[in-house]
């Protein structure tokens, strides 16, 4: 079965600092790679999307990401965080289905807390 | 820009209770979903649909069942609730492969 590993479940980081958040996919012949960002008590926001072309996405916030497709990663990085970037952050996988349809694999978040 | 409206942000209902969830889109999208986010478990799809009065089971639609009787509301129904579906309830839609959020329910059973 599909399957998408975020593998730190929290990162504490100071403001100022530059961030990784990892993301592992297990192999898929045709895959969408997501990175949502949930602030507290609210849904999730789109934050970048690689469907095809260049490896190297950005997204909103300064955020960006590298698709690898030999190491199956999507890892989301930031030069330089701000306190406004403690959040959620969930990677998705999009995957082929059965019937030509497409499923959406989640993984578990990870939690960034930005300190002072 | 999509927005998909979650009608209530927070709900308390008693365990036997009925409760409804509901759901509106505004940019004509085919597909809808209705999630759950539990604290160490993620986002779990409890059901989805990819047209009106279409419904296909998600991982976990047990105890849960789903309506759309036209294609801008999907509605999350609980029978009867009880007090380990307590938990944010979160709906989507979709077109192409690009997934909008609304803002959630956090409905809390007693």
């Known amino acids: 079965a599909q399957s998408v590993t975020q593998l730190d479940s929290q990162v504490p980081v100071f403001e100022e600092a530059p961030v990784e958040l990892r993301c592992n996919y297990s192999s898929s012949v045709s895959v969408y790679l997501f990175w949502y960002v949930q602030y507290p008590n609210q849904g999730l926001q789109l934050l970048l999307k690689?469907?095809?072309?260049s490896t190297l996405v950005k997204g909103i916030n300064g955020f960006e990401a590298e698709f690898n497709k030999s190491q199956t990663s999507f890892h989301l990085r930031k030069p330089s965080v701000h306190i406004s970037d403690t959040a959620e952050y969930f990677c998705a996988v999009s995957v082929s289905n059965a019937g030509n349809n497409r499923k959406l694999i989640w993984g578990l978040g990870t939690s960034l807390a930005v300190n002072p | 820009d999509v927005k998909v409206t979650q009608s209530s942000r927070y709900l308390v209902k008693r365990t036997g209770e009925k409760v409804f969830l509901e759901c509106v889109q505004d940019?004509?999208?085919?597909?809808m979903f209705w999630y759950r986010q539990d604290p160490g478990l993620g986002l779990r799809l409890i059901y989805f649909?990819?047209?009106?009065?279409?419904?296909e089971k998600g991982d976990i639609p047990e105890g849960y069942s789903v309506s759309r009787e036209k294609k801008e509301r999907f509605s999350l129904i609980l029978e009867s609730a009880s007090t380990n579906q307590t938990s944010m309830y979160l709906c989507?839609?979709?077109?192409?492969?690009?997934?909008?959020f609304g803002s959630g329910t956090r409905l809390t059973v007693v």
């Open positions: 940019m004509d999208h085919e597909n």
């Open positions: 690689y469907l095809s072309g």
């Open positions: 649909s990819y047209d009106v009065k279409m419904k």
């Open positions: 989507a839609s979709r077109a192409g492969v690009g997934y909008t």
